[in-house]
Structures are given as C-alpha cells and as structure tokens.
C-alpha cells in the first residue's frame, strides 16, 4: 500500500511514518505537513489510503477531504484529536472512509488503514458513539426540512415543554389551529407521542438539552 500521511505536528506525524513503514504490506509512505504539501504530493502520484488530521495550519481538513475524494480514488481515513459528533459527521459526510481518534493504539491504526483500504469503513470504538449521534441528527435535520416554517415554529415548543395554549399564545394563533398542526406534525413522522417529538427536534438541532 501507498500511504500519505497529512499531519502539522511534526513529531506526531513522524512517528507514525516511522512505525508504518515497517509494516509489511506498505510499500510507500510521504509525509505533508499542511493541506498544500498533501494535494501537491497526490498530485504527484496515486495513494491508496490518505490518513488526514483534520486540524491543519493552511486549510480545514474537512475541505481537504472533499477534494482528495473529487478528484482521485485514494480512501481516507481520519486521525484526528476531535471526537465531538459535529466534526465526525462532517468528515464522514464529506467522503471520509473511516475516522479514529489519537487515542488509538498503532496497532488498530494499521487495522483500520488496511480495512479502509479495501473498501471497507474504519471506526474507533470511542468515535461510533459520536457517528450514531451525528447520523441521528442529519436523519432528523432531513425529516425536519419537509415541514413547512409553521410546523417548525410549534414542533419546537412542544419539544420544549409548552402547552397547546402556550404555543398558541406564543404564535398568536387559536390552540385548535395548533392542535391541528400537532397531528398533522405527529402524521409525518409516525408517532403520537410529544416525546417522540422532542427527540426528533433534539436530532434536528432545533432545541439543545
């Protein structure tokens, strides 16, 4: 395998070198230290997988990922520092193949090199969590965006706690209308329940816990 490893901290990215080229099926390894050196070197040569951090002097690794995915076939995997289900989902979202943390072992490193690199995708234990959460809220963000502005205004406040008299108060319309575009909420995403709801406006981003 041809590995390109895209990482500004030098002694980490270094090291990592170091130890893979030592691994018996990787027959290439080029270091870049920012998003620059990374496209120039890819545009130099072809490489199977492309391990990225996504926090880089010159660029986002997020808009790194985009273009490595545009123009060529090389898989990438993330190794970054971040965690956190805003920047997993964006990775992944912009073409990322798999995505571990710095807390992982070098050992499930070459594992995940090695599986993103026959097509498969490569998560670290203490990043699925984060996936789930990321993919639940893109799914609710999407379900979400077919309501009208309306429908939006009132799954909001039902979400947080306000009454049908509340809500109408609020919106300066009748709690009959409001009632209506409950069921009418409560239709479209198959559930009768005001907790089901909440946890679809929780998902979407539209409130915070």
Do not use: W
Request: aromatic share 2%; glycine share 4%.
């Amino acid at each position: 395998m041809k590995l390109l490893l895209v990482d500004d901290q030098n002694v980490v990215r270094e090291s990592l070198a170091k130890v893979l080229r030592d691994e018996p099926d990787v027959t290439l390894v080029v270091e870049a230290e920012n998003a620059k050196d990374a496209l120039a070197q890819k545009n130099k040569q072809t490489f199977d997988v492309v391990v990225i951090e996504l926090s880089l002097a010159d660029r986002c690794g997020i808009e790194l990922i985009r273009q490595i995915k545009t123009h060529g076939r090389s898989r990438v995997l993330v190794l970054s520092t971040f965690r956190d289900e805003f920047r997993v989902g964006e990775a992944m979202r912009a073409g990322a193949d798999g995505y571990l943390s710095k807390r992982c072992r070098m050992k499930e490193l070459a594992e995940a090199i090695r599986t993103v690199a026959k097509g498969r995708t490569a998560v670290s234990s203490d990043v699925s969590a984060a996936m789930v959460r990321a993919l639940q809220r893109r799914e609710g963000a999407d379900m979400v965006a077919s309501l009208s502005e309306r429908e939006r205004q009132v799954l909001r406040l039902l979400a947080m706690g306000s009454s049908a008299k509340e809500v109408a108060a609020h919106l300066a319309i009748s709690v009959k209308t409001v009632e209506t575009h409950r069921a009418r909420l409560c239709a479209k995403v198959a559930t009768h329940s005001v907790a089901d709801l909440t946890r679809l406006a929780l998902r979407a981003g539209l409130i915070d816990v």
